[in-house]
């Protein structure tokens, strides 16, 4: 996804730094802030790819995956993740999963994205921030205005044309999420297959929180092109676009316009 942003000039700071592997764009338009808050939410994210990370041997979803930590032992956040991990799996009639085969490691990474976003736009917003937009590897939570804009402009990226949108989506508050193997290859697999599904380019969740919305667009993905789309439609709270392999678009009918 891509922000657009005012060619006028406008107010806060836009600052972009290299967490948990990807970059985390945060854009306020505030004229006035107190910029601690901006150093909390990046040590938040820090302390978040430190502790769930797979690629670090000292974090703590390495030391479980390895048995030298026990669940009951691992730290409130990290047990918390991991039973959202399963209630989401239950949701999703297991095509998400922190597995991707039984006796796999675990990898939560489909939910601490959008989870560790959410947390940090709530120190934002208990920062007294008002307008923002936080940027997780092209996920995202907006609120209030692009100032001088009266509200945010999202394009969801064209998975054929990196150069191209498939759609715009005008909003003053929402999680925006999109799954599919464009960008980083094939990483979403069917967990009843193994295999990573066909038919099917990408799919974009929208909601109120973007661990939610993540963790879906994952799901769907995963789902393929038959089942995918007939399962948002039973989506309450969170709306849906899917982009098939002959560039069909199928939206739910709540899916936001520009």
């Known amino acids: 996804m891509t922000m657009t942003t005012a060619t006028e000039t406008f107010p806060g700071i836009r600052r972009v730094e290299h967490v948990m592997g990807m970059p985390i764009v945060l854009d306020i338009r505030d004229d006035e802030f107190d910029e601690v808050v901006v150093e909390k939410m990046f040590e938040w994210l820090g302390w978040v790819d430190a502790t769930f990370s797979t690629y670090k041997p000292d974090s703590e979803i390495s030391r479980l995956n390895r048995g030298e930590l026990l669940f009951e032992e691992a730290h409130g956040e990290v047990r918390g993740v991991l039973s959202r991990c399963e209630a989401l799996r239950v949701a999703t009639d297991g095509y998400f999963d922190v597995r991707r085969a039984s006796g ?21 917003e208990n920062g007294g921030v008002r ?6 590897g092209g996920d995202m939570r907006l609120r209030g205005r692009a100032v001088p804009e009266l509200s945010w402009r999202v394009g969801i990226q064209h998975p054929l044309d990196r150069t191209a949108v498939a759609k715009v989506i005008e909003t003053t ?13 094939d990483h979403v697999w069917n967990p009843r297959t193994g295999q990573s599904p066909r038919g099917i380019l990408s799919v974009t969740v929208v909601g109120p929180k973007l661990e939610v919305a993540d963790a879906f667009a994952t799901a769907v993905f995963a789902m393929g092109p038959d089942l995918g789309p007939r399962w948002t439609a ?25």
């Open 131 to 136: 307008n923002y937009a936080v940027s997780a």
């Open 173 to 185: 508050e929402l999680a925006v999420a999109t799954s599919g193997a464009y960008a980083r290859g």
């Open 234 to 258: 039973s989506l309450r709270d969170y709306e849906a676009m899917t982009i098939l392999a002959d560039q069909t678009i199928l939206a739910t009918g709540g899916f936001p316009d520009d």
């Open 104 to 124: 796999e490691p675990i990898d939560p990474s489909g939910l601490v994205k959008g989870w560790a976003v959410d947390r940090a736009a709530l120190l934002l």
